[in-house]
């Protein structure tokens, strides 16, 4: 036993000194880290602190923006909201002209220069993307389909964004419910609005639910005459340049307007057939031009319809907003081809037709100023 515990001794007293050199030489090398963190530095400033997340430890989103610099050009893109809340009442101002700032301006701004977007809703969606970049096209542009910072020195606002609509005695007085019914739609006076938001989210080429949101305390139940809306402004004049040819392009669902020189004058969304063999495709011409037109129901377009299957002859219905051809009817060289408005003007490029191509009434009474008999319609794949 005692020769094992001196041969043990001398085994651990080296490890042991070895240890306690070790443990003195990290406490001093900490030491002088922590002097060398700690002491005063003459040249640099210290380091902005950013205030960690509670959640995940990293910079919070708000602190980093905060300490970010403020950009010298507007944003590239603008994030379209979900539900377009009302704008900032800064339009009293007069500060015109200036870049737009919101999809909700650009959408106005668009529609007044002829370029539609749909109904105004403030979200930057596929038709609002492809009326900026036919806008682009047609102000010599890079074609990019986003607010950037060329287009936005180019795409100004000229004028308050938003105007008042006041209702009147006969808009109330010529509004009447739509039958469900062809039979019944035949047998109406005239297919009007049927709701004063309707009326009023045509003539302001907006959505209802827009429309809705920039006058939270109206009752739309009840409105009564001298009832003071608030309203997108578009100003909507005859283009300038003459029409030369009507270009429609059916992957894209798109209807444009060009003139001799071959500019870009008018962009619409639009709908087609809901079947390929119902496409024309090559070109056509315009053959007649008719506003606020009847529409001459043939049930054997409509073999879905169990009522058209039960007629069995045609019927005439009367002009108005909701007919099923709107307030316009461009006629083509195809029988029973045309373009036409539409009482549905949310679902134009998003729902196909029996066959004619569909716009929003708004475009459809646009393009009644352009067309002419003879004009030549070009359909593209």
């Known amino acids: 036993m005692r020769s094992r515990r001196p041969q043990r001794l001398r085994r651990t007293r080296p490890r042991s000194r070895v240890s306690r050199w070790l443990v003195v030489a990290a ?11 700690f002491a005063p530095r003459a040249t640099n400033p210290p380091p902005t602190p950013v205030q960690p997340s509670p959640a995940s430890g990293a910079p919070a989103a708000a602190e980093t923006a905060k300490a970010a610099p403020l950009p010298s050009s507007p944003p590239v893109v603008f994030a379209p909201p979900l539900i377009p809340a009302p704008p900032p009442e800064d339009e009293a101002a007069g500060v015109f002209p200036r870049p737009v700032r919101s999809w909700l301006e650009a959408q106005i701004e668009l529609s007044r220069r002829f370029f539609s977007c749909g109904p105004i809703d403030g979200i930057g969606g596929a038709q609002t993307g492809a009326a900026l970049r036919a806008f682009q096209e047609s102000a010599g ?6 607010l950037d910072t060329a287009t936005l020195a180019v795409l100004q606002v000229t004028a308050p964004l938003h105007t008042t609509y006041i209702v009147t005695e006969e808009d109330l007085a010529g509004l009447q419910p739509v039958s469900p019914t062809w039979l019944g739609k035949s047998q109406q006076t005239a297919l009007a609005h049927e709701t004063i938001l309707e009326l009023v989210a045509e003539r302001s080429h907006a959505h209802p639910k827009y429309v809705v949101s920039l006058n939270p305390g109206v009752d739309w139940e009840r409105v009564p005459p001298g009832t003071v809306l608030r309203v997108p402004a578009i100003r909507r004049t005859r283009p300038d340049p003459p029409a030369a040819h009507v270009h429609i392009r059916l992957a894209e669902r798109v209807l444009q307007v060009r003139d001799h020189a071959g500019g870009l004058i008018a962009h619409f969304p639009v709908s087609i057939a809901r079947h390929v063999d119902k496409r024309p495709v090559g070109e056509l011409r315009v053959t007649v031009v008719a506003p ?3 529409y001459t129901f043939n049930p054997e377009v409509f ?3 169990a009522e058209a299957r039960e007629l069995g002859r045609k019927l005439i219905l009367p002009p ?3 007919n099923p051809v709107g307030v316009a009817w461009i006629g083509l060289n195809l029988p029973g081809y045309g373009i ?3 009482p549905h003007p949310e679902q134009v490029g998003r729902t196909e037709s029996h066959g004619c191509f569909r716009l929003a009434n708004w475009d459809a009474r646009t393009l009644l100023q352009l067309a002419w008999a003879g004009l030549p319609v070009f359909v593209d794949p």
């Open 27 to 37: 406490v001093v090398a900490g030491a002088a880290l922590l002097a060398s963190r």
């Open 141 to 146: 542009l890079p074609v990019t389909g986003q």
């Open 292 to 294: 606020n037109p009847n």
């Open 303 to 305: 073999p879905e319809s």
């Open 320 to 322: 108005g907003p909701n």
């Open 340 to 342: 036409h408005g539409t």
